[in-house]
């Protein structure tokens, strides 16, 4: 029991925080053997034990720390960098087809356009020219 205890203060003591490395833990063990709380054939399981706890609470420290941040990005309402980079593509891949719609209704009004452009501009021409000519007749009668 009192074994038990000791391993739990070393570790609660600060260790939780860090990652604990294979040779902080030999020699916290060793100190646990030259105070007799540790016999000597027992002192590699306790090296393991706390490596062990060490990975655990450095894991469970990192999924608190995670989870904080998670929680504050989302209060803040932003928005993770793989959305935001997927909606970028979303919006490059509605570009390019729009440019490309354009493109093929731009065409064929640019061979229509090409081709005819003074038969349509005659019949204009013909009918701005027509209210001139009853104009000019109706002045000639006066």
Request: glycine share 4%; hydrophobic share 40%.
């Given at each position: 029991m009192a074994q038990t205890d000791l391993l739990k203060r070393y570790l609660d003591a600060g260790v939780a925080f860090t990652q604990l490395t294979q040779?902080?833990?030999?020699?916290?063990?060793?100190?646990?053997?030259r105070a007799g709380e540790v016999q000597t054939g027992d002192a590699r399981q306790r090296?393991?034990?706390?490596?062990?706890?060490?990975?655990?609470?450095?894991?469970?420290?990192?999924?608190?720390?995670?989870?904080?941040?998670?929680?504050?990005?989302?209060?803040?309402?932003?928005?993770?960098?793989?959305d935001l980079d997927a909606v970028r593509r979303e919006l490059a891949d509605l570009r390019a087809a729009q440019a490309k719609s354009a493109v093929k209704s731009a065409a064929p009004a640019a061979k229509k356009a090409a081709a005819a452009p003074v038969k349509k501009a005659a019949p204009a021409a013909k009918k701005a020219a027509a209210p001139a000519k009853k104009t000019a007749k109706a002045a000639k009668k006066a």
């Open positions: 040779s902080k833990a030999e020699a916290i063990v060793r100190d646990l053997v090296v393991e034990e706390l490596l062990d706890r060490s990975r655990k609470n450095t894991d469970n420290l990192m999924k608190l720390v995670r989870d904080e941040v998670n929680g504050q990005v989302a209060r803040l309402g932003l928005v993770p960098k793989k």
